[in-house]
C-alpha cells in the first residue's frame, strides 16, 4: 500500500520537475522498505518540514501538503527581478540554454507553471511558456538541473535602450548585397517603423539556404521592423507550372509551418510576424484591374527582362513567366510596405518595379537584396533540385551523406561548403554570440579569418564539412522534432505527394446540354440557317447546321477603341436576323479589352464608352423595329475582373506560350509587342467560357483569334464554340486620314459633315474591288431594308430612277459603268440620314450627352500663364518618333557628291526617302539592306532638289572624324518602335523644329555608352528585341 501511494505520490509531482523531486524518485524506486513520512522528508528535501506538517495536519492530506509547500517555495523564487531577467533573455534568445530547448528549460517552465505566477506584464515569457507546453519531456537533451541552475545560465539582461533611426538602417543592410532606396528607408525610420515584406513562392520543398533570409527577418524585427512574409501561392503556379494548382493550398500551409519552425529553431518569435497567402488579395478586382494596367504598359521585351533570373527561360516562353513580375510589382502596393526583401537574383524585377509602380500611381519602395547561396554541387542550391539542397526535413544520416560527398577543396574556396558557412553557418552563430568550432579544436568568430586559413591549408575542408555537419543536424534537429507531430506529417505528405497525378484532377467541363430545343411554328432549320449565316464576311463553318438543333446561344463582342460609326448598323442588321432565328442573343461591349488593346481607350474611359455604345446600338434597334427586351447587354468589366475569371486567366498564361498567342494575335492588335496584347486572345477565350455561347459573332478583323480561341477554352474547362465573322467597312478614303473620324461616318454624325465625308468618299468609276460607298450599301443599307428593294434615284436625263433587290445586280451595274459615282453616292447619303436621324436624336437627351462627355472628354483647356523663355519647354524623348528602318534602296545624291538617297521600309505602306551625308563615312554596299534606326517625326524637308522625310541617326566622333548609324538589336523587325526605356509614350505628330537649333537640343542627351550601346541621358534605346547599339564609337554624341 504504502509503494502505492508512493507511486501515486510520484506522478502527482511530475508537473513540478524539481531535482529535489527526481530524487525523491530515484529514492522511491530504491527504498521500498522506509516509512512514507521518511520519503516525504526526502521529497521536500529543502523544504521546511515543520511546515509540511503543519499543513498535512490543517488539510488531513499529506502529499497535497507537499505539493502545497513546493508551490509556496516556487513563488519565492519568482522575485520580480528574476522575472524581469528571464524576459530580457526570452526577447534575444529563444530558449533558456540559448537556441535549442533542453532539460533546463523544462525546469523552468513546470517551476512557473506550479507558482502561477502572473506574466501579463511579461510578453516574451508567456510566449516561450506557451511554446514549451508542447514538448514532451523525451524530446529534450541536456543534464538534469534545478530552477536555481537554470536562471544562474541566463544572460545578463541588458538595457532596452531605444535605437536611432540611423542604428536602425544598419542593422537592416547589414550583410545585404546591395540595397536601393536607403535614403527612402531612412526617411521612413525617422516617422515610424520600416515596413518589409519577403515573399517565397510555394514550389519545392524549402532547404537549408532559406536560413539566409531568416537570419535577416532577425534582424528586421530587432530594428523593429513590421513584417510581412507573402506565400506566393499564385506565383508558384505561374512559375512554369511547378506546382500544380490542386497542390497550391497543402504547399502553403507547408511553407508556414516550416519556416515558423525555422525561425523559432534560430531563436526568433513569430508572434509579430504576419504571413499572408498571395491568393487572399491578387484575385480581387482591384488586383485584377492593376494587372490589365500594368500589362498595357509593358513590352514583352521589358517582361522578358525582368523575369531572367527568377522565371525559367525557355525558347518559347510561357505567358505566365512575362506576367510574374508584374505581379511581384504589385505585391509591394497591396502588401502596404515600405521595402520589399529578397535574393539578388531578383533585381530585375525590383527595377521593373520601380519603373512601373510610378506609372500606375504608386510610389517607388527600396529594395534589400541577399546574397544567392550556391548549391552544394555548385550554382544556385535550389528547391527544385534535390542534389543541390540540404532538405529542412532531411535525416542527420542524409545530411551527412550530402555534405561529406561535397567538395570543399582549398583550391575553389568559394565552394558550396565554404558559401553555406559563410552565409547560413556564420550570421546564425554571431545571433547566438558563439564561435564556429573545427573538430580540432580551433575556434572562429570571423568568416575572412577561416577563409584565408583554409586557403592556406592551415585547416583541411573535411574538418570544414565535419563541423558544419554537426551544427546543421543540431539546427535542423529542433524543426524535425516538430513535424513529427501527426498533423505536419499528414501536411507534408499532402502538399508533396510521391505521384503528383493523384494530387491533380480535371477542370469542370461547361456543360450545354440544358439549352432547350429550337421549337419555333413555320421555321425549318434551313430558315435558320439561312438567316443566321447571311450577310457575313466569310462563309459559315461546316458545323454551324448541326448546332442549330438546340436554342442557339449568339454572343456579339466588340471593341470600342474608336468613336461609333455606322457599320455599328450592319452588325444591330445581324441581331435582327439572329431574333428572327430563335436565338438567344448576348451583346458585349469590351471596355476591358479595348484598353488592353495598345491603350487606345484610357482606363477611367472604357466604361463610360462601351455603355455609350450600348445605348446607341439600343436606339439603332428601336429605330429599326428590333426588340431590345430580347437581347442581353453586358460589359467585361462586369464580369472580367472576378476572382474565378482572374484565377481562369492566370491559369490559362501557365499553358499558353508567348509564341501561340503573339501569332494569333498580330494582325488583331495596335502594337503586338506589348504584353497585354499576348493576353488579348486569351481574355476573348474566357468570355465564350463565362457567357456560353455556342455561336460567337465578331468582326472581320477578329476573325484570326477564332483557331486559337477554338484550341484554347478546352484549356480552362469551356465548350468550343461556332465563330462567324461579321462584315466591316473600310475607310471612305484610299489614303490614310490625318484622323481617324475622317474616314467612317459616325453613327450620330450632323447632317453637313455626312455630306461632306460623302463627297469625298473614294468611288472611282468601274471599281468594285475597293469601293467604300458600295460598302455601305452592301455592310448597312440592304441588311436593314431587309427584302425591300435598294433605289437610286437620279433624272431621266440621266437614265431615271433604278432598284435593286439584290447587291450583286447593284455591282454588276456599276462594274459595267451604267452606274455614276455621283448618282450612287446621292442615293447612299440620302439612306444614311434617314437611318442616323433616330439616332442622333436619341443621342440629345442630357442623360446621353452626359455619357457622351464621359465616353470621349473633350481636351483639358490650355491653361494661360506667363509667356516662355527661350529652352523652358522640357524635352522628353518620347517626343520622338524613332523606327527600325530598313533599306531597301541607296544611291548617290544626283546634284551632292556627300549625300546619300535611301530608300527605308519603317513599316509603312510606301518606302520614305531620306536624304544622308554619309557617303564619307559608310559604303554604299554596307548601307544596302541593313537596319537603321529612323527619326520619322520631322517635317519633310528639301535637301538639294529631293524631298528627305526623316533622319538616319549615327554615332558621331570629331577627333578622328567618324560616323556609325545606329543598329537595332538582331531580330528587329521594320517598322518597329525605338523607345528610351523608361520614357515610353506617344510621340509628337511633327517635331517642333522651327528654331534652327532645336533639334541639335533635343538631340543633346543622345550618346554612346562605354558598352557602345545608345543612351539618352544613361536610360538604353531599345527595340522589342534588345538594345540599340553602334560598331566601335564609344561615348560619343548621336546625331
Known sequence: MEQLEAVSFVERLEAVSLVEQLEAVSLVERLEAISKMERLEAVSKGLNLACVKMAAAERGDVIGAVYFCVSAKMSKIWSQQKLEALDSHLQVYSYVNGYQPAIGDKAVCDSLYQAKVDLSGFVHVARWLKHMMSFRKEELSGEPCGVEDALASLHPPAKKMKMTPEEQKQLICRRLDEVIGEERILGVLKERPLKIYWGTATTGRPHVAYFVPMTKIADFLKAGCEVTVLLADLHAYLDNMKAPWVLIQHRSRYYQAIIKAMLRAIGVSTDSLRFVQGTTYQLGAAFTEDVYKLSAMVTEHDAKKAGAEVVKQVESPLQSGLLYPGLQALDEQYLGVDAQFGGVDQRKIFTYAEKYLPRLGYQKRAHLMNPMVPGLTGGKMSASEADSKVDLLDSAQLVEQKLGGASCDPSAPDNGVMAFVNYVVFPILDGQGKAFKLKSGEMYTSFDQLKSDFISEKIDGEDIKGAVIKFLNCLLDHIRKEFEKPELQELVKLAYPTNISEATQALPVCDGSAVEDLTMDGLSLNDRFDLISR?????????????????????????????????????????????????????????????????????????????????????????????????????????????????????????????????????????????SSLIYPDLVALDEKYLQPTIHYLGLSSAPLFHFVERTVPLVGGSPCIHLAGCELPSLLSRPGLTPEEEFIDLIEQEPQIKKKMKSAFCEEGNITFNPVLSIVKTVIMPLLDGQKFKITRTEANGGDLEFESFSSLEEIFKEKKLHPGDLKNSVLDYIKTLIQPIRKAAETPSMKKLQNLAFPPPPKKVKGPPKTSGSEEFVPSKFDMRVGKILEVSRHPDAESLYVEKIDIGEAEPRTIVSGLVKFVPMEELQDSLVVVLANLKPANMRGVKSSGMVLCASSSDPAAVEPLRPAPGSQAGQTVVVEGHEGQPDPVLNTKKSDALAKMLEGFRTNASLTATWNTHILATPAGPVTVPSLANVPIK
Open 535 to 675: 450577310n457575313l464576311a466569310q462563309p459559315p463553318p461546316s458545323t454551324l447546321k448541326a448546332g442549330l438543333h438546340q436554342t442557339p446561344h449568339i454572343l456579339w463582342s466588340f471593341e470600342v477603341t474608336q468613336r461609333p460609326n455606322c457599320g455599328l448598323l450592319g452588325h444591330v442588321a445581324k441581331l435582327r436576323d439572329f431574333l428572327k432565328a430563335g436565338c438567344h442573343v448576348t451583346v458585349l461591349a469590351s471596355d476591358i479589352l479595348s484598353h488592353l488593346n495598345g491603350c487606345m481607350v484610357p482606363w477611367e474611359v472604357a466604361i463610360h464608352r462601351a455603355k455609350y455604345f450600348i445605348e446607341l446600338i439600343k436606339a439603332a434597334m428601336v429605330a429599326n423595329n428590333i426588340s431590345v427586351e430580347k437581347v442581353k447587354f453586358v460589359l467585361g468589366s462586369d464580369f472580367q475582373r472576378s476572382e474565378k475569371y482572374a484565377l481562369d486567366l492566370y491559369r490559362l498564361t501557365a499553358l499558353i506560350t508567348c509564341r501561340e498567342s503573339g501569332e494569333a494575335v498580330s494582325s488583331v492588335v495596335k502594337d503586338p509587342n506589348l504584353l
